[in-house]
């Protein structure tokens, strides 16, 4: 049985389409400055019509396929919170889209932290051996389910894919994850809709300042319970990358570390936040920068709440 499962190979996908702060004034009042002031936004990627969440995630595993010289793989994870239907599994419309035949395939609900648990997922898969490789997709087309007239979160989201290919190896990769929920968080940050409440999508609501609070506390806390259960410490991460829902949130978690801000990976400001594809988005937008060894924390915080970290060595 494998050692370790470590990252391969990445790829990313965002739709043609994108939107500037400056073109959303015409539909809301709002402006670039206080977008950019508040999040650090500066644009976000839309799906086009009848562009899915699996088409977006096809298109980024093609990418890290191809980088890693592989055909197919033995387990494909996407964490999506906007799957194309109810069922099945976004995950199975990608296997198709790849052309993939054998393996198994499923999607991962944890919002903005589905990444990171599809990560952690995908380590126990290939380290049980019941997976040599696995493709750990984050793929979202969120701007479906914004309310377009709340000036207070339509601004914040974009589309997206991105996806990484785990393999098994005797070198470290990822090190340790430790996930959390607490269900009694669901009403700071939550859909209006459910198929079993209302039979529709719904829409995004959330309390804003609530959210901000406890992604600073605990997308930081958690990193330290994941440090330490890896035998290190904040002083030897080399990048850290979280969930890229606002630059602010990253500034604090920042600060509060005294980490030099040039180690915290951002891509919010191109991408706004893609939710679940926001992670390994910043990866393929900064892979240039991680070198082998490089000790790598990723954190994230999402709707539930859901939060949790992957130590991992690039
Ligand atoms: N344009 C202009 N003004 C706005 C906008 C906008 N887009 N949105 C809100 N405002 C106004 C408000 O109406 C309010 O006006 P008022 O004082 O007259 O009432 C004023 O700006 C201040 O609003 P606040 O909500 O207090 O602004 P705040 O500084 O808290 O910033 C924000 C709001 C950006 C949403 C912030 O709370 C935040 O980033 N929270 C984190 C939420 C997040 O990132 N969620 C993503 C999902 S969860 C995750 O991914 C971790």
Wanted: hydrophobic letters at 45%; aromatic letters at 6%.
């Amino acid at each position: 049985m494998a050692k370790y499962s470590k990252i391969i190979s990445c790829g990313s996908y965002l739709p043609e389409k994108v939107i500037n702060n400056s073109d959303l004034p015409a539909i809301l009042e709002t402006s670039d400055e206080w977008i950019r002031a508040r999040t650090g936004i500066t644009q976000r990627h839309i799906a086009a019509d009848g562009e899915l969440t699996s088409d977006l995630a096809a298109k980024a595993a093609k990418i890290a396929l191809e980088k890693a010289g592989l055909a197919a793989v033995d387990l494909i994870i996407v964490a999506t919170t906007t799957p194309d239907t109810t069922f099945p599994a976004t995950a199975v419309s990608v296997q198709k889209k790849l052309g993939m035949h054998s393996g198994f395939a499923f999607d991962i609900q944890a919002v903005c932290s589905g990444f990171v648990y599809a990560m952690n997922m995908a380590d126990i898969y290939i380290k049980s051996g019941q997976a040599k490789t696995a493709l750990v997709i984050g793929a979202e087309t969120i701007t479906r389910i914004l309310d377009w007239a709340d000036r207070g979160t339509c601004v914040l989201f974009g589309d997206g894919a991105g996806a990484v290919i785990l393999g098994e190896s005797d070198e470290p990769g990822i090190l340790s994850a430790k996930l959390h929920s607490d269900g009694q968080f669901q009403q700071e940050l939550y859909v209006d809709g459910g198929v079993s409440i209302n039979q529709q999508a719904g829409l995004l609501r959330m309390n804003g300042k609530e959210v901000f609070r406890h992604a600073v506390e605990k997308m930081g806390n958690v990193v330290l319970e994941a440090l330490e259960d890896a035998d290190y410490g904040i002083e030897d991460v080399k990048w850290l990358i979280p969930h890229q829902a606002n630059q602010r949130i990253m500034d604090a978690i920042a600060k509060r570390f005294k980490i030099d801000s040039d180690k915290v990976l951002s891509a919010v400001a191109k991408h706004a936040n893609t939710s679940a594809a926001s992670i390994p988005l910043a990866i393929c937008e900064h892979e240039a920068k991680l070198k082998s060894g490089d000790l790598v924390a990723l954190t994230a915080l999402g709707a539930g709440f859901t939060w949790g970290s992957i130590i991992l060595k690039w």
